[in-house]
């Protein structure tokens, strides 16, 4: 883990070959710059958050968090597609095959760019429906109309980050794009609070403030391979359509991002059963999503940590490699998840007072409650995130797929049951029984392909 290896007869430093080595010590390393950069991504959202809520005020901060699950549905979707751009990237990185590393590279560029164009179209015009598909209410509509609407011109800014990023961490480098979004975070507060502050502006400076700061970070990525990343410098035969090379990355890639898409469905649908509710409510939600996504960060970074490590012990044939993967990745993740479970349950409403200056009195019972419901099933949640993105690594990207339809289904039985009971108690279940109909489906999944391998030698039939 972490040692130099030559390139072309150049030593290099900085890629983590996971092929080889202790599992968890490989796991547990690479995770860590994955989660503090994670930390940082969430404080991008999390600087808008406290920032809109304390000099905005409740209706801005509801407007904000409801934009999430849209921003989750429009980014989500790219995250995917440019994930499964990286699952091939690390399977010729473990196979050591430099030229069809080069050509990958080059195909993922033309997809992400393709695509990003077509999704920032599609996602303006279709804005205002969406909205009122969701149940805005109207003392908040304006501010989150502003507020994706300038998401959705920045999406380009968003892909440049998360494709090199993401490719970056296929050939185990996990620290450059830590590095950048620091640099990125810090400016994203700087930003808010001159959008917010000195020019006055609302929910659309604090968007603007994220597309920014995401831009540079991304710039920082490029600027960094084009210097620094002789794997992914290519001549003008790489960037020749290969036909090949397209289709398998869509093979992984487009199952991934509507697996991404699938989840924000489910968010959407019980954000518009929240939304009937009113805006404190909503406010008191999207206070308690913020402090769920960032408890949770760690889990996500060993999510994304299996699929790099599946990906590239799938591409050196190393099955057995992966099963010790999965095992230290448990380990890892069920120990943090009880620890973080315990203290969001009995601490986490506190964090409020960060998020809102007015009727927080009101406000914070509603974190209390959410804060509970989901606390106790931090479980199964990090089984959805390690074994979900380490069977997509493996090559599989329809099957984990199929246990994201059921957690689509969860999400709506419960939030449509929660609206028409007007409960707020019944809408924060719909996390933990999606959570948990997902986790035993992903279990079963794993259980029926590792059966496969073993019966077959270690080969698919």
């Not at 393709?114 to 909205?131: A, Q």
């Not at 494709?163 to 794009?177: C, F, Q, T, V």
Request: charged residues 10%; contains cysteine; hydrophobic residues 50%.
């Amino acid at each position: 883990m972490g040692k130099d290896f030559y390139w072309g007869g150049k030593l290099m430093s900085g890629r983590s070959d996971m092929t080889t080595g202790k599992p968890m010590r490989i796991i547990v390393a690479f995770t860590m710059p994955i989660f503090l950069g994670g930390l940082f991504q969430q404080f991008y959202n999390l600087a808008d958050t406290l920032i809109v809520g304390q000099f905005v005020g409740h209706e801005a901060l509801a407007a904000v968090g409801s934009c999430g699950t849209l921003v989750f549905l429009i980014i989500g979707f790219l995250m995917g597609l440019t994930s499964g751009f990286g699952v091939v990237v690390a399977n010729f990185f473990g196979a050591k095959n430099h030229e069809e590393i080069k050509k990958s590279f080059a195909m993922a560029c033309i997809i992400s760019i393709v695509v990003s164009v077509i999704l920032t179209f599609v996602s303006i015009y279709s804005l205002d429906g969406i909205l009122e598909l969701m149940n805005t209410p109207q003392d908040m509509y304006q501010d989150a109309y502003g507020y994706m609407y300038i998401i959705c011109l920045g999406i380009v800014w968003q892909v440049l980050y998360n494709l090199l990023a993401g490719l970056l961490r296929a050939i185990g480098d996990s620290k450059r794009p830590l590095y950048f979004l620091v640099l990125a975070a810090a400016l994203n507060v700087i930003l808010d609070l001159v959008f917010i502050i000195i020019f006055k502006m609302r929910a659309d400076g604090a968007a603007l403030a994220t597309v920014i700061s995401q831009g540079v970070s991304g710039l920082l990525c490029l600027y960094y391979i084009l210097k620094k990343v002789p794997e992914f410098h290519t001549r003008k035969k790489h960037w020749q359509l290969n036909g090949y090379l397209i289709r398998r990355e869509l093979a992984i890639g487009l199952p991934m991002a509507l697996q991404f898409s699938i989840t924000a469905i489910g968010t959407i649908v019980v954000q518009s059963a929240l939304n009937t509710l009113g805006s404190i409510p909503a406010a008191g939600f999207a206070a308690a999503v913020k402090i769920e996504q960032v408890a949770t960060q760690m889990l996500a970074s060993i999510g994304t940590t299996m699929a790099t490590y599946c990906a590239q012990n799938m591409g050196a044939s190393r099955l057995d490699r992966i099963k010790e993967g999965f095992k230290a990745a448990n380990i890892f993740g069920i120990t943090y998840s009880v620890v973080i479970g315990i203290v969001v349950i009995f601490f986490g409403k506190y964090v409020t007072y960060l998020f809102v200056s007015n009727h927080v009195d009101r406000i914070i019972g509603y974190v209390d409650t959410y804060m509970l419901y989901v606390g106790l099933t931090f479980v199964p949640l990090h089984i959805i995130l390690s074994y979900r993105s380490g069977i997509q690594g493996m090559g599989f990207g329809f099957l984990p797929m199929f246990a994201g339809v059921v957690e689509l289904l969860a999400r709506i039985v419960v939030g449509f049951i929660g609206a028409g009971m007007k409960s707020y108690d019944v809408i924060c279940l719909a996390s933990p029984a999606a959570w948990i109909t997902a986790a035993l489906f992903l279990l079963i999944i794993y259980r029926y392909i590792m059966n496969r391998y073993s019966k077959n030698n270690n080969q698919w039939v």
